[in-house]
């Protein structure tokens, strides 16, 4: 379904020589596959996330969705508007901090990005509802974030990603501001979702503790990555 084919990224700084963050980096990621990228800070896991999202652009190598050409050796192949309806479309994004916009309802936040898309609020409010009661919070549709806790502005976020069925998520240490039980029990949601939904989730973390829960887990070190424990 994605597709990574030896990927590099470097980044410069003034008077200085290229620093490089990714160094070949090959990666497929099958349909409804849940895959956990571990690495210490700094170890470029956000990088690599941002350019299989298509929010950044590789120095070399290609990235294939579904077969189809998205970026190859610096090129970008689609049209700044085909990008981002791509993005609307295929991927989810879920992050450390969450982004819920504050002034409005958790119910209005997850219908957002179908509303920016059709125009047609009525029918995204209702999937919203759909999604957010599927997720446990049938009761806190009318809640602000300011009135949800940490694990529920999470699962908000969770279900805007999956509002228009991407193909996959992206989860950058998405339990990072949780405590470990609130941690655990959003990645058992984001496992539950893979394989009920068909979705395909990359989530990248520094905690090793919940990569069993993956189908595949692999860390990144030196730009490079490598299967856990191997």
């Not at 981002?84 to 991927?91: G, L, M, P, T, V």
């Not at 219908?111 to 209702?126: N, S, V």
């Given at each position: ?125 209702k999937r919203a509802a759909e999604l957010l009661a599927g997720l446990g919070l ?93």
């Amino acid at each position: 379904m994605l597709e990574a084919n030896n990927i590099s990224k470097s980044y410069t700084l003034p008077g200085r020589e290229p620093l490089p963050i990714l160094r070949g980096i090959n990666l497929s990621i099958g349909e409804g596959e849940m895959v956990t990228i571990i690495g210490a800070s700094g170890s470029g896991k956000t990088t690599l996330l941002n350019l299989l999202g298509t929010l950044d652009t590789p120095d070399s190598g290609e990235l294939l969705f579904d077969g189809e050409v998205l970026f190859r050796n610096k090129k970008q192949i689609l049209s700044q508007k085909e990008m981002a309806k791509f993005r609307n479309r295929k991927i989810g994004f879920v992050f450390q901090f969450h982004h819920l916009l504050s002034d409005f309802t958790a119910l209005e936040n997850v219908a957002m990005p179908e509303f920016i898309a059709t125009g047609k609020l009525p029918p995204a409010k209702k999937r919203a509802a759909e999604l957010l009661a599927g997720l446990g919070l049938k009761e806190r549709l009318d809640h602000l974030p300011s009135e949800l806790s940490g694990g529920e502005q999470q699962r908000v976020a969770i279900a805007r990603a999956l509002l228009n069925n991407p193909k996959l998520v992206l989860a950058d240490e998405p339990s990072g501001n949780l405590d470990s039980q609130n941690s655990r029990m959003l990645y058992e949601l984001m496992a539950r979702l893979s394989k009920e939904r068909r979705t395909s989730f990359i989530i990248v973390t520094h905690n090793e503790e919940y990569a069993t829960l993956s189908d595949r887990c692999l860390r990144m070190a030196d730009g490079q990555l490598h299967a856990c424990g191997g």
